[in-house]
Each structure stands twice: as structure tokens, then as C-alpha cells.
């Protein structure tokens, strides 16, 4: 039976400026936009059925830089539930009133803001092209233009980045009375500048460690801390696009290098845009076999802070989720990486520190 597709990605691939740490599928070639937008909009005409979604997600790149008519074609494509969640990418230093009015109009309700420091010394560091204050002035221009649903992204672990330094860019944040945070920790990407050209006095583990845990301490007066890297202050301002990934749902991805999942089937675009401009309707899809699927919905879903519903597994697999990963259970358990909870387990504080090791281990395919 044919699973009900939800939500909706759209890659824009375009920026101003590559940032130094930036591993995502992104260039400065915006002589190519307008071509592209006629490639993506072929490629969404020949796979979309007509579903009505949930979410709808520009990613980039910044999306942003697209112009109100090219997004507005885009999201007259698809049908929509009553009150979806529509989010848009941008970044600070781009933005201005008339401009988010006019999204706000197309149905734009959800923003996510690139802010990644409040320092100016480590916003040049790392190659992002706006400052302390531009922070500011766009979040004040969002706010007039009457957006609820405001994200900021901030990262840590940055070369010269001591804790006191990301302890003040998370009182910083809070100043912004915003409804969501995404924290990220520096990660040297291959194909990135940084990879090229190692910075110099990264963070070491431990102190990016203690950055997360004082991170926590920090915005749970404040916020829900729901997913590894996500905050919000209350269930309404939880990312409902980005959950349908942790909860292993289906949805479409459109446009340069982005994934999708429908039918327990897995697809990524081409990362080529001379490829993908002749051909945007050329995909390889993985057909994942019934233990794929059970090792993604135990991978994702371990994300969560709420963590896995052995009820619901056992339901949607007819297994016992329990006896099926009893070695992994028992072992992280008994390393207190793992604790039990009213319907299942869920990863302790200890654990999520070293998350990847424990995940891996439910991968068995």
C-alpha cells in the first residue's frame, strides 16, 4: 500500500558567497538561476501526484536569493493541507520588509536564519558575510513583518572559540526572543575551504563537548530540547518538515542533490548541475528491504529526545523491536548510553555525546 507523502524539499543551490565550512551542494553561479528554476520545475511536473502536504522546505544555498515570482511559481505547484508549514531559508544582511511581506502573502510562515555567531571576529573566520548587527536589524525586520515562527541557526566548536565566547552568543540568542534554535558543531567537510586549508586552535573534543552540554543547561529554561541539535519553546514551533525525516516518513525531494523517500523507496538528486539542467528527471531509487527500513526507523528516531516507541515499531513491522536489537539494547543500557522509558528507550546525555558510535551499531544491512 502506497504511504501518504507529506512534506516537500526544494534545494536552491545558489549563494552570494561558499562559506569556509559549507559542505552542502552550493556555488555562486546565480547567471544560472533562472534555467534552473525552469529544470526543477520540469522535474516537480513529472514526479509530483497532486498529494496535499504538510510542509514545504526551501533549502540551500539561499533560497532567499530566488525572486518573489520564481518562489511563487514554485509553491503554486504543489496542494496543501489546512496550515502548512512553509520555511524559508535566508540569511542575515539580505533581507528586506517589502520583500517579506510579499513571501509572508505567497504563504511563506516559517524562517530560518543563518545566524551562527554574534561574534564579528568569528563570523569573518569562518567566511559568512554579514555581522553582529545585521543579525539584529533582520530579526527586528522579520518580527515587524509579523512572523511567529522564526529559527535561528548557531554553531560552535569554532577555531579561537572558547566556552565563555559560545556561552555569550547563547545569551545573545536568547535576547532575540525567538521560538527556535538549531545548534551545530563544526564539522571539517571534505571539499569545503576548510578542508583545503585547516584552520588553526580548533576547540578540542572535550571543550566542544562541554559546549554542547552548557548549551543545554542554558536554553532549557527556555526551550523544548526535542532533537540532538533542536530547541523550541513549545510544541507549535517544532520543525514539522524536518520531524517527518526523524520519524521516517515519506516525502519528495526536488531540485540539485536533494533526497527523498516515498514507497520505502530512497532517492538523491545528482549533485552535477550541467547533469541536472539537461536531464532533472533522471533518478536512481533505492528500494530499502525490510531491515533497511527497521535500521532507519530505529537510526532516526533515536534522534528524538523522546526517543522510540516500541509499541508503534512492533505495530508498523510486526516484529518485536525489543528481541530484534536485544544485544544493542542490553549493552547500552547497561552503559547508561541508553535508558528505558514509559514506551520504550531513549538515549541518555552520555550517549547522545557519542551518538554516532551508538547508532552505527544499529546498522547491521
Same mark, same amino acid.
Given at each position: 500500500?502506497?504511504?501518504?507523502?507529506?512534506?516537500?524539499?526544494?534545494?536552491? $543551490?545558489?549563494?552570494?558567497?561558499?562559506?569556509?565550512?559549507?559542505?552542502? &551542494?552550493? %556555488?555562486?553561479?546565480?547567471?544560472?538561476?533562472?534555467? =534552473?528554476?525552469?529544470?526543477?520545475?520540469?522535474?516537480?511536473?513529472? @514526479?509530483?501526484?497532486?498529494?496535499?502536504?504538510?510542509?514545504? =522546505?526551501?533549502?540551500?544555498?539561499?533560497?532567499? /536569493?530566488?525572486?518573489?515570482?520564481? *518562489?511563487?511559481?514554485?509553491?503554486?505547484? %504543489?496542494?496543501?493541507?489546512?496550515? $502548512?508549514?512553509?520555511?524559508?531559508?535566508?540569511?542575515?544582511?539580505?533581507?528586506?520588509?517589502?520583500? /517579506?511581506?510579499? !513571501?509572508?502573502?505567497?504563504?511563506?510562515?516559517? #524562517?530560518?536564519?543563518?545566524?551562527?555567531?554574534? &561574534?564579528?571576529? +568569528?563570523?569573518?573566520?569562518?567566511?559568512?558575510?554579514?555581522?553582529?548587527?545585521?543579525?539584529?536589524?533582520?530579526?527586528?525586520?522579520?518580527?515587524?513583518?509579523?512572523?511567529?515562527?522564526?529559527?535561528?541557526?548557531?554553531?560552535?566548536? /569554532?577555531?579561537?572559540?572558547?566556552?565563555?565566547? +559560545?556561552?555569550?552568543?547563547?545569551?545573545?540568542? *536568547?535576547?532575540?526572543?525567538?521560538?527556535?534554535?538549531?545548534?551545530?558543531?563544526?564539522?571539517?567537510?571534505?571539499?569545503?575551504?576548510?578542508?583545503?586549508?585547516? $584552520?588553526?586552535?580548533? $576547540?578540542? *573534543?572535550?571543550?566542544?563537548?562541554?559546549?554542547?552540554?552548557?548549551?543545554?543547561?542554558?536554553?532549557?529554561?527556555?526551550?523544548?530540547?526535542?532533537?540532538?541539535?533542536?530547541?523550541?519553546?513549545?510544541?507549535? +514551533?517544532?520543525?514539522?518538515?524536518?520531524?517527518?525525516?526523524?520519524?521516517?516518513?515519506?516525502?519528495?525531494? @526536488?531540485?540539485?542533490?536533494?533526497?527523498?523517500?516515498?514507497?520505502?523507496?530512497?532517492?538523491?538528486?545528482?549533485?552535477?548541475?550541467?547533469?541536472?539542467?539537461?536531464?532533472?528527471?533522471?533518478?536512481?531509487?533505492?528500494?530499502?528491504?525490510?531491515?533497511?527500513?527497521?535500521?532507519?526507523?530505529?537510526?532516526?528516531?533515536?534522534? *528524538?529526545?523522546?526517543? #522510540?516507541?516500541?509499541?508503534?515499531?512492533?505495530?508498523?513491522?510486526?516484529?518485536?523491536?525489543?528481541? =530484534?536489537?536485544?544485544?544493542? @539494547?542490553?549493552?547500552? !543500557?547497561?552503559?547508561? /548510553?541508553?535508558?528505558?522509558?514509559?514506551?520504550?528507550?531513549?538515549?541518555?546525555?552520555?550517549?547522545?555525546?557519542?551518538?554516532?558510535?551508538?547508532?552505527?551499531?544499529?546498522?547491521?544491512?
Amino acid at each position: 500500500m502506497e504511504k501518504m507523502i507529506k512534506g516537500i524539499y526544494i534545494h536552491i $543551490p545558489f549563494c552570494k558567497k561558499k562559506c569556509n565550512y559549507c559542505a552542502f &551542494c552550493s %556555488f555562486e553561479l546565480l547567471k544560472h538561476k533562472e534555467i =534552473y528554476i525552469k529544470s526543477l520545475l520540469n522535474e516537480i511536473k513529472h @514526479f509530483y501526484r497532486g498529494e496535499r502536504v504538510k510542509t514545504l =522546505y526551501f533549502g540551500g544555498g539561499t533560497p532567499y /536569493l530566488l525572486n518573489v515570482n520564481e *518562489l511563487a511559481q514554485i509553491i503554486s505547484c %504543489f496542494n496543501y493541507q489546512t496550515d $502548512p508549514e512553509i520555511t524559508l531559508e535566508l540569511n542575515p544582511a539580505e533581507v528586506d520588509k517589502k520583500k /517579506l511581506k510579499e !513571501l509572508k502573502n505567497l504563504g511563506v510562515n516559517r #524562517l530560518s536564519v543563518g545566524v551562527q555567531s554574534f &561574534c564579528n571576529d +568569528f563570523l569573518k573566520t569562518i567566511g559568512r558575510n554579514h555581522t553582529k548587527k545585521d543579525i539584529i536589524t533582520t530579526i527586528d525586520k522579520i518580527k515587524d513583518c509579523n512572523y511567529k515562527n522564526i529559527s535561528v541557526d548557531l554553531m560552535y566548536g /569554532l577555531p579561537n572559540q572558547s566556552q565563555e565566547d +559560545f556561552n555569550n552568543d547563547l545569551m545573545q540568542l *536568547l535576547n532575540l526572543n525567538i521560538n527556535h534554535v538549531s545548534l551545530y558543531g563544526l564539522k571539517i567537510e571534505p571539499g569545503t575551504y576548510f578542508y583545503k586549508n585547516p $584552520p588553526k586552535n580548533l $576547540p578540542s *573534543l572535550d571543550l566542544q563537548a562541554g559546549m554542547y552540554k552548557n548549551a543545554i543547561q542554558i536554553l532549557n529554561d527556555k526551550f523544548i530540547h526535542y532533537e540532538f541539535s533542536n530547541f523550541s519553546t513549545n510544541e507549535q +514551533f517544532i520543525s514539522q518538515h524536518n520531524c517527518l525525516y526523524w520519524n521516517n516518513e515519506n516525502y519528495y525531494g @526536488f531540485g540539485l542533490s536533494a533526497a527523498g523517500y516515498i514507497d520505502n523507496k530512497r532517492y538523491t538528486n545528482t549533485y552535477n548541475l550541467k547533469k541536472y539542467l539537461n536531464n532533472p528527471i533522471e533518478k536512481e531509487f533505492q528500494v530499502l528491504s525490510k531491515e533497511q527500513m527497521i535500521e532507519e526507523e530505529v537510526f532516526l528516531g533515536l534522534r *528524538l529526545l523522546k526517543g #522510540l516507541d516500541f509499541t508503534k515499531i512492533n505495530k508498523k513491522f510486526d516484529i518485536d523491536i525489543y528481541n =530484534y536489537y536485544k544485544k544493542e @539494547f542490553d549493552k547500552f !543500557l547497561s552503559y547508561k /548510553l541508553l535508558e528505558k522509558t514509559q514506551n520504550g528507550v531513549k538515549l541518555t546525555l552520555k550517549g547522545i555525546l557519542v551518538s554516532n558510535e551508538v547508532l552505527c551499531e544499529f546498522i547491521r544491512t
